[in-house]
């Protein structure tokens, strides 16, 4: 059985700081590496995806991915109180993704 | 918005009823998904169709039945609907015009009483 494993939270950053979630994944030939953020009563929305191994940025987000201790991990800098929701890892088999694994989700709250 | 509708958004049903959601999708995404969304257990699928009339399960199928006569729907039904089946259910789609990326519907959050 495929799993992500991520953990729970809640995890608590002040306004302002660096908050790093991260994942880990127990198949060893997933390809594809995503995060998704899902606010309360909402559905997921992609922020990121991540193929290669390495550091990919966008914006205030930054996504890492280390496939030799697959984990893979996401970092907001400059947290808002708006970055407070729930974040999602996802994995895939394979480039064309046609299944994904989830993680259970991070609840990451933002401390004015 | 890539485009993902699903209907009915709120149902409340009794134990035993057949229950139909309903996922539209307008961008030509050729893979289509149902997950439910449960506490502590994250986002799980049920079924996926890779294609008009092409379905397979998930690793939580049973109870669940879907069907895909066109492109643009993807039809979830729970034969008979159990407490067990209450949730938020979700419907996915990716390729088309929005190329590999999964994107998600609005959700259906169904009580079975």
């Known amino acids: 059985q495929k799993e992500v494993e991520q953990n729970s939270g809640p995890l608590s950053v002040p306004e302002g700081a660096i908050a790093s979630l991260n994942c880990t994944y127990s198949d060893r030939v997933s390809q594809s590496f995503f995060w998704y953020r899902q606010y309360s009563g909402k559905s997921p929305e992609l922020i990121m995806s991540i193929y290669s191994n390495g550091d990919k940025e966008d914006g205030r987000f930054t996504a890492q991915l280390n496939k030799a201790s697959q984990y893979v991990s996401l970092l907001i800098r400059d947290s808002q109180p708006s970055d407070s929701a729930t974040y999602l890892c996802a994995v895939g088999s394979n480039f064309g993704n046609e299944k994904l694994t989830f993680g259970t989700g991070t609840r990451l709250t933002i401390i004015p | 918005d890539a485009g993902i509708t699903q209907s009915p958004r709120h149902k409340v049903t009794e134990t035993g009823t057949p229950v139909t959601l309903r996922c539209h999708q307008t961008?030509?995404?050729?893979?289509m998904y149902w997950y439910r969304q449960d506490p502590g257990h994250g986002l799980r699928l049920i079924h996926y169709s890779y294609g008009v009339k092409d379905t397979d399960k998930g690793e939580v199928s049973d109870g669940y039945s879907v069907s895909r006569s066109k492109t643009e729907d993807f039809l979830l039904t729970l034969e008979s609907a159990t407490s067990s089946q209450t949730s938020v259910y979700f419907c996915?789609?990716?390729?088309?015009?929005?190329?590999?990326?999964?994107?998600f519907g609005e959700g259906s959050w169904l009580t079975v009483v």
């Open positions: 961008e030509n995404h050729r893979y």
């Open positions: 996915a789609a990716r390729g088309g015009f929005t190329g590999n990326t999964i994107y």
